[in-house]
């Protein structure tokens, strides 16, 4: 652990806004053809940045926890988010592409080593990436811990979460009839499936989906359904309401590609083969620089997820953020990121 006079000289403040310097489309499969781009020094130490949900998709702030002196900045949209194609697609989307995505390009900008950053589903797929790859990882930054247990995702989308915020809840809750409610990812994973709603609407109608009238009334019943997931979300993500972040729940394109990807993500389970892959395999990764970040309050990814990987990885710096929720824009977690990318940075110059 650092000492207190060592972590005062830390940075803190987000760096100012930039414009990547590169850009590309990657395919890295027969369907998917995935978005990245590059920012900051050129000529500087790799970073890539792995976005959350599944399939919320990188965005320009996301370059600001970097200083671009130091950092060559990679962002990438994962399969369907972002900018990448086809938008919101499930087919040959898993952990394990996604990973070989990574890996793909890490190779095409012919990169040797880079370190690691992540949030939310960002950690999960950070911790994934990094035991599968470890001698390719020069350190990790991670906050708001998911590691994708049955009980985060009961946690937050069965009702546990909604006894902090039922207001936000009751929409997202009230889409779905009472037979249904034993399960709202499965639930919700026959709304936003296409190949279910064309079932439901030829049991219903007995006639081909294909018609245009029908076809125009499913797609509205997917959006509906794609914007109620997102909203729980977007309202749940800070400690005091964002209004600018619950906006993005109206957005068709972005809510389509979150809410399918995630749900599909969460009724496979992560496509782990156990509900503790991730913590049994923390020794892959021991002797990696990591930091932890995370909000004390954070409904979301609640502290559960963190403690446990603390307690797993005690040779990872931990930051407990006492005035703070999930996202990684507000104040106290923005600093606490910056400055442990100072800290990487700092010993990277000093090898």
Known sequence: ???????????????????????????????????????????????????????????????????????????????????????????????????????????????????????????????????????????????????????????????????????????????????????????????LNSDDLETQWQEVYSFCFKDPVIAVMARGYVLLAARAWTKWEMMTAHLLPNEENIKRGDDDSFSLAFARIENHYFVNKGFFPSDSFLLDNVDKIRHINTTIVQGRYDVCCPMMSAWDLHKAFPEADFKVVSDAGHSANEPGIAAELVAANEKLKNLLKKE
């Open 1 to 191: 652990m650092e000492s207190g006079k060592e972590i005062q000289e830390l940075s803190r403040n987000l760096y100012p806004p930039i414009e990547p310097y590169s850009t590309g489309f990657l395919k890295v499969s027969d369907i998917h053809t995935i978005y990245w781009e590059q920012s900051g020094n050129p000529s500087g130490h790799p970073v890539v940045f792995l976005h959350g949900g599944p399939g919320g998709g990188t965005s320009p702030s996301n370059r600001r926890f970097f200083d671009p002196e130091f950092y060559r900045i990679i962002l990438f949209d994962q399969r369907g988010a972002g900018k990448s194609t086809p938008h919101a697609c499930l087919e040959q989307n898993t952990t394990w592409d996604l990973i070989d995505d990574i890996e793909k390009l890490r190779e095409h900008l012919e990169i040797p080593e880079w370190q690691v950053f992540g949030g939310s589903w960002g950690s999960t797929l950070a911790l994934a990436y990094s035991q599968s790859h470890p001698n390719k990882v020069t350190g990790l930054v991670l906050r708001g811990i998911f590691l994708l247990r049955k009980k985060e995702i009961d946690w937050f989308y069965e009702g546990g979460a909604a006894a902090i915020y039922p207001d936000a809840w009751e929409p997202f809750r009230d889409l779905i009839p009472e037979n249904e409610r034993d399960s709202f990812v499965t639930a919700y994973h026959k709304r």
